[in-house]
């Protein structure tokens, strides 16, 4: 074999070299991108999965733990806005005379005892629904309350203004009962002593009513 067919035949061994070598990598290359479409697939759909059950899960706890139950959309963010800004702000929409009025009662006594009863129960607290989203204000569940006390109005009829559900609002009247009992009953739910009595029998002969104790209609 001369030096000719022996370069010749080294050449075509490292061309078929080369070609092999190129036929390789490419099909690595191929097979290196299939496994990042499988990856990223395989991630997406994950993800997809993920998010589906999180929609459930967030659904599930919209849905309230009542079986059956419908509850809706308040928007109680507002709601508490609007009471603060009528009632509570600086300068509120409605004058004293008119919290007096809806509320029967001054503004600095309803903040009394809402500081009261807030301190004894957390549960007149803003806090946190199951999603995560703010609750009701203290404000909301105590203008629930006093609309009630004084008005008389049938809880369903809160909704509207306050955005409060009417099983929400009976909760917060039986909680604001036994708050108000266990925080001031020692002072103010007693029996009156001497007193009392002497104190009482005073304003009475004040206002023209000699021997009156206590009266709502002033006859007795």
């Known amino acids: 074999m001369n030096t000719s067919q022996i370069s010749s035949s080294s050449l075509s061994s490292s061309n078929e070299t080369d070609d092999c070598y190129y036929r390789v990598m490419a099909s690595f290359d191929q097979e290196q991108d299939l496994l990042f479409r499988t990856y990223a697939n395989n991630n997406k759909l994950l993800a997809e999965l993920n998010d589906d059950e999180e929609g459930d899960e967030a659904e599930s706890r919209r849905r309230g733990a009542i079986p059956g139950h419908i509850t809706y959309y308040r928007d109680r963010e507002t ?3 609007n009471i603060y800004m009528d009632y509570f702000a600086e300068v509120p929409v409605y004058p004293e005379h ?9 503004r600095s006594l309803f903040l009394r005892i809402a500081d009261a009863v807030k301190d004894h129960d957390n549960f007149f607290m803003q806090q946190r629904d199951g999603i995560g989203k703010p609750g009701l204000t203290t404000f909301q569940k105590l203008t629930a309350v006093f609309r009630m006390l004084a008005y008389g109005v049938p809880a369903d009829s809160l909704d509207e203004y306050i955005k409060i559900g009417e099983s929400t609002a009976i909760r917060c009247l039986k909680r604001f009962c036994r708050a108000v009992i266990e925080v001031f009953g020692e002072r103010y739910l007693r029996t009156p002593n001497a007193d009392d009595v002497a104190r009482l029998l005073y304003i009475g002969e004040e206002r023209g009513f000699p021997g009156m104790l206590g009266s709502l209609d002033c006859m007795h």
């Open 79 to 81: 709601a508490a806005y």
């Open 98 to 106: 008119k919290f007096r009025r809806r509320y029967r009662m001054s």
